[in-house]
T-cell receptor, first 109, second 115 residues
Framework: KQEVTQIPAALSVPEGENLVLNCSFT??????LQWFRQDPGKGLTSLLL?????REQTSGRLNASLDKSSGRSTLYIAASQPGDSATYLCGLGGNQFYFGTGTSLTVIP | GAVVSQHPSRVICKSGTSVKIECRSLDFQATTMFWYRQFPKQSLMLMAT?????????EQGVEKDKFLINHASLTLSTLTVTSAHPEDSSFYIC???????????FGQGTRLTVV
């Protein structure tokens, strides 16, 4: 069974700082990896989707990488803003997802 | 991307009553829908997988008689929490997919509070 781990569990940074969130997984036989944002009490907002054959995806200030051989993915956030404060989840799979425990990010103005 | 709508977004019910949560695919036919549960400070855990027109498949430890799932049409799946108890209070979220898709699309989630 796929196990997904996210480190760190919580992160607090000053506004403007660049940061990296980590996701590791045990089974490299995946269809895709997806990074989500979850605001308190809300659903999931998809940020980036990396297909199994891809190594990275970029959207604005976000860049996600995927290394299946090492079972790792990173989400890089450039020039963080207070509005980036949320919980970030990585999910692996195809249509059924296995989720990590999330990283709670706080960006301090 | 495809749109999945979940309703209600929040519900408070009394202990012992039943609550129904709906998950609709608005612009595609969802042959498969997934129901997840998230307890405070924990990750999303798959509860069950429902395929249109057939019985749902439940994950280990999930009581199928307590969490009734119906997927009677290609655009609607429902999760009914029967005889709800305070420990059922959680965040429930659905996702939907179609044949050949490698991506799932998520509803907005439902915050259930049982008092």
């Amino acid at each position: 069974k796929q196990e997904v781990t996210q480190i760190p569990a919580a992160l607090s940074v000053p506004e403007g700082e660049n940061l990296v969130l980590n996701c590791s997984f045990t089974d490299s036989a995946i269809y895709n990896l997806q990074w989500f944002r979850q605001d308190p009490g809300k659903g999931l907002t998809s940020l980036l989707l990396i297909q199994s054959s891809q190594r990275e995806q970029t959207s604005g200030r976000l860049n996600a990488s995927l290394d299946k051989s090492s079972g790792r993915s990173t989400l890089y956030i450039a020039a963080s803003q207070p509005g980036d404060s949320a919980t970030y989840l990585c999910g692996l799979g195809g249509n059924q997802f296995y989720f990590g425990t999330g990283t709670s990010l706080t960006v301090i103005p | 991307g495809a749109v999945v709508s979940q309703h209600p977004s929040r519900v408070i019910c009394k202990s012992g009553t039943s609550v129904k949560i709906e998950c609709r695919s608005l612009d595609f036919q969802a042959t498969t829908m997934f129901w997840y549960r998230q307890f405070p400070k924990q990750s999303l855990m798959l509860m069950a997988t429902s395929n249109e027109g057939s019985k749902a498949t439940y994950e280990q430890g999930v009581e199928k008689d307590k969490f009734l799932i119906n997927h009677a049409s290609l655009t609607l799946s429902t999760l009914t929490v029967t005889s709800a108890h305070p420990e059922d209070s959680s965040f429930y979220i659905c996702s939907a997919s179609a044949p050949g898709w490698t991506e799932a699309f998520f509803g907005q989630g439902t915050r259930l509070t049982v008092v």
